[in-house]
């Protein structure tokens, strides 16, 4: 069964560097997303992409952060100058289509700022 | 960002036993709904999708009333395998973006 693939499973950084969270969604599909949940608390929408745009965001997803899909295949999250709050797990998600689509989840990266 | 409110329990019960969980939405524009499964620092996975017939899957049934803004997720004969974070998700298809608005979940542990 085809399945979001995510790396790294756990980064470590430091304040103010900068990460790359990557994904591959699952091939066929068209929609994609970045969450991310930090400990303890909910699931939390950051990011929506369709159509090689942002389609929607929220407002934890400021400045610092950027989406991109570089080639067919990865999409990445880039988060330019992390601070400790950024720590958290971040999920990537895809689904096929509009509408009321399952959104498939990947098994997420840990990020830890120090 | 409208709210999703569940419970956060936690449920302990028997196997065996049938536990039900409630959430309510705050958004009356959503329009879709579904049960989420969360185990411990794992990723989301869908348990069902919710829809206003209300529909059933094996042991678990799901219910939606849009006049309440409510909706429901029973478990009949527990198993330990469903001990997990049950999460209730609404879908507002606003801006064609369908991001998901997520509950803080209900836990529940179901012992020997």
């Known amino acids: 069964e085809p399945e979001v693939t995510q790396t790294p499973s756990h980064q470590v950084t430091q304040m103010g560097q900068e990460v790359i969270l990557r994904c591959v969604p699952i091939?066929?599909?068209?929609?994609f997303y970045w969450y991310r949940q930090i400990l303890g608390q909910k699931v939390e929408f950051l990011v929506s992409?369709?159509?090689?745009?942002?389609?929607?965001k929220s407002e934890i997803f400021d400045d610092q952060f950027s989406v991109e899909r570089p080639d067919g295949s990865n999409f990445t999250l880039k988060i330019r100058s992390t601070k400790l709050e950024d720590s958290a797990m971040y999920f990537c998600?895809?689904?096929?289509?509009?509408?009321?689509?399952?959104?498939?989840f990947g098994p997420g990266t840990r990020l830890l700022v120090l | 960002r409208k709210e999703v409110e569940q419970d956060p329990g936690p449920f302990n019960v028997p196997e065996g036993a049938t536990v039900a969980f409630n959430c309510t939405y705050s958004?009356?524009?959503?329009?879709?709904f579904f049960w989420y499964r969360q185990d411990c620092r794992k990723e989301p996975k869908l348990l069902m999708s919710?829809?206003?017939s209300g529909n059933e899957d094996g042991r678990f049934t799901a219910q939606l009333n849009r006049a309440s803004q409510y909706i429901s997720l029973l478990i009949r004969d527990s198993k330990l395998s469903d001990s997990a974070t049950y999460l209730c998700?609404?879908?507002?298809?606003?801006?064609?973006?369908?991001?998901?608005?997520f509950g803080k979940g209900t836990s529940l542990l179901v012992t020997p």
């Open positions: 992409f369709y159509n090689n745009e942002i389609s929607e």
């Open positions: 919710v829809y206003s």
């Open positions: 998700v609404v879908n507002m298809n606003s801006n064609s973006g369908y991001a998901l608005n």
């Open positions: 998600a895809s689904k096929v289509r509009g509408g009321q689509e399952t959104q498939y």
């Open positions: 091939s066929n599909h068209l929609y």
């Open positions: 958004n009356s524009a959503s329009q879709s």
